[in-house]
């Protein structure tokens, strides 16, 4: 099959299906999820491969038991893995070989396909027509449920709802109705992990911007002689650094910490140019007060090699932007 059928197959068979389209966060191309007669679907076409994933989640009732026997278990659940990759047949002779399917670990009834180029190439045009409704009904052949519930109400689940996570993507399965209304409630995010150590990520926010201004401040001495890309760069992955570690020491994150990553990065680059002002001219046996430095560093120094220290500054702001995407992201979780 060409590329340019084989997109088009999919994206007529995710239509049909009434798969759910969504712009999931660092994955290219399309992505789309759904529930198919209680068969969870999460389907990613990129411009290599089709990624499909199908899983039915196990649903555990009150006469449910565990079985006393591990090595039954092992048994048992190997014989599951063994009949599954090998009891495709409706897909099989759609077109879709039964050894490309490939069980998930830990889940009797899930499975991926991957389709990759070389495997693209050997389908028919007509292989992906209705291939969905040919897999699920080899899945319900194998014991998986035909229907889910939904999440909130317990209704039949139609749709996934796909929460972007801190911690990865997380799907579950909600009704039509309850995922729009989470999603007008939510406004599109759930604002989650506030700082639960607030006073401690401020006090490791003031050691760090005081440690960071040291170590810059030194970093710029004449006997060095460090290349200004390495300082440039120093700056960068500081403001990254300072960002994850207070979060990390606050153990949460929020626009006031933030900001004040943002205020520290700022004033311990200045604070660090300074220092490295006062090093070069120690260096050349010029002995001043700081008093006496600090007017003259913003009145003659930093006005004559202005393009320099907005350099470093614009280092510092770069890390700070990109601590602030981190910061944000362990903040909220957000729908798609």
Request: proline content about 5%.
């Amino acid at each position: 099959m060409k590329k340019s059928e084989f997109t088009s197959a999919v994206r007529k068979l995710a239509d049909d299906a009434g798969l759910r389209h969504i712009s999931p966060r660092n994955k290219t191309g399309d992505t789309w999820v759904g529930v198919c007669s209680g068969i969870l679907v999460l389907m990613n076409l990129d411009s290599v491969r089709l990624h499909l994933e199908l899983i039915s989640p196990e649903q555990e009732s009150d006469n449910d038991s565990p079985h006393d026997d591990p090595e039954e278990d092992a048994v048992s659940e190997q014989g599951e893995s063994e009949e599954g990759t090998h009891a495709f047949r409706r897909a099989s002779d759609a077109g879709l070989p039964s050894d490309w399917f490939e069980q998930n670990s830990g889940e009797p009834w899930g499975f991926q396909l991957v389709i990759d180029q070389r495997r693209r190439r050997e389908l028919a045009p007509e292989a992906l027509d209705s291939i969905l409704d040919c897999i699920v009904e080899d899945l319900h052949d194998l014991g998986a449920e035909d229907s889910q519930p939904c999440c909130e109400c317990e209704n039949q689940a139609t749709t996934l709802g796909y929460y972007d996570t801190p911690d990865g993507p997380l799907m579950v399965p909600h009704c039509n109705q309850c995922w729009n209304a989470t999603q007008l409630e939510t406004q599109g995010a759930i604002w989650i992990n506030p700082p639960k150590r607030l006073l401690r990520g401020w006090a490791f926010l003031l050691t760090g911007t005081v440690v960071f201004a040291a170590i810059w401040g030194y970093s710029q001495h004449p006997v060095l002689e460090l290349p200004f890309p390495f300082l440039f760069m120093g700056c960068t992955v500081a403001g990254i650094a300072l960002g994850v570690a207070t979060t990390w020491a606050a153990e949460g994150s929020s626009l006031g910490l933030r900001v004040g990553v943002a205020t520290g990065m700022i004033a311990a680059t200045l604070a660090g140019n300074i220092v490295g002002v006062r090093l070069l001219l120690e260096a050349q046996g010029v002995q001043i007060s700081w008093s006496e430095l600090i007017p003259i560093y913003f009145t003659r120094y930093f006005p004559a090699h202005i393009g320099q220290e907005l350099m470093f500054l614009s280092g510092s702001v770069v890390g700070v932007l990109i601590a602030f995407v981190l910061m944000r992201q362990s903040e909220h979780i957000r729908l798609r």
